[in-house]
């Protein structure tokens, strides 16, 4: 009965000692540049020394990204049993999955990726009891299967539908529309932003988004057809970037929805219609 915690002191006392061993034999951490920068908030002097990192698409961003990850990978790398951890949890995720149907004209729409597939296709019964049927398959639009799709609207009828493509998991996505029943893409595309809404209207000749810019939010309508250059501004103009607008638009196509929300907490709320 003695022997029991006497070999988990051990244990607990052996286990550390070796990860020390390990991480003090590892090669030093890769340099990280200092610029600071300085901000007054409240009277409060705040330091910044890391914020020139927040530009991710600048050449010495990404080299220290790849600098760390380099190093990550020659201190994890050393680590025994990693292979077969990583086969289990491969195992383990690998499974079928499926999200929520949405009914729109009879028809249900959602996404589903096979255990096999490392992304999601966005698929449609076209009634209850029928097959599933695959509209859109993004798994082969990459070698590396980093491109990835959603549903961002769909008509009330069923038969268009708004889809983002984005890649590698960024916030940014292109929206294209498709024609549900010929399983064809307009025209209509929607340059690469961060959209936070998108609402079609019921006779399908356009739809309403909410884009985010440097400027901030921004509500535009466009029409089916058109030049998404020329899409008219409706609602934002003049508010910061710390303010977020979805919309909505109700059942009958006559009320567009705007809710503002003043930062992430959403301590403030604004409603327009």
């Not at 927040?54 to 990404?62: G, S």
């Not at 916030?171 to 498709?178: A, R």
Request: net charge negative.
């Amino acid at each position: 009965m003695k022997l029991r915690p006497i070999v988990i002191s051990l244990a607990a006392t052996i286990a550390p000692l070796a990860l020390a061993a390990a991480v003090s034999a590892s090669p030093a951490y890769p340099p990280s540049k200092v610029a600071v920068v300085r901000d007054t908030l409240h009277g409060v002097v705040v330091e910044d020394r890391y914020r020139w990192l927040e530009a991710k698409d600048a050449p010495e961003t990404r080299a220290w990204i790849e600098r760390e990850n380099a190093f990550t990978d020659s201190v994890l790398g050393t680590y025994p049993g990693r292979e077969r951890l990583r086969g289990r949890l491969g195992e383990l995720l690998k499974v079928d999955a499926q999200g929520t149907p949405t009914e729109r004209g009879g028809r249900y729409f959602f996404w589903r990726r096979l255990a096999s597939e490392d992304q999601r296709s966005l698929c449609v019964r076209r009634a209850a009891g029928g097959p599933d049927e695959v509209l859109l398959d993004p798994n082969p639009l990459s070698k590396d299967h980093t491109t990835s799709m959603n549903y961002v609207d769909i008509s009330f009828d069923g038969s268009l539908v708004a889809f983002g493509t984005r890649q590698g998991g960024e916030d940014e996505q292109t929206i294209n529309f498709l024609d549900v029943d010929k399983k064809a893409e307009l025209t209509d595309r929607l340059p690469r932003a961060r959209y936070f809404a998108l609402a079609i209207k019921p006779d399908k000749s356009g739809a309403f988004y909410a884009k985010y810019l440097k400027e901030g939010s921004r509500v535009y309508y466009h029409a089916i057809g058109s030049d998404p250059a020329g899409d008219k501004l409706l609602f934002g103009e003049g508010r910061g970037p710390e303010q977020i607008i979805d919309v909505t638009l109700s059942d009958d196509g006559k009320w567009l929805l705007a809710t503002v929300y003043h930062g992430a907490s959403g301590d403030q709320t604004e409603l327009w219609f």
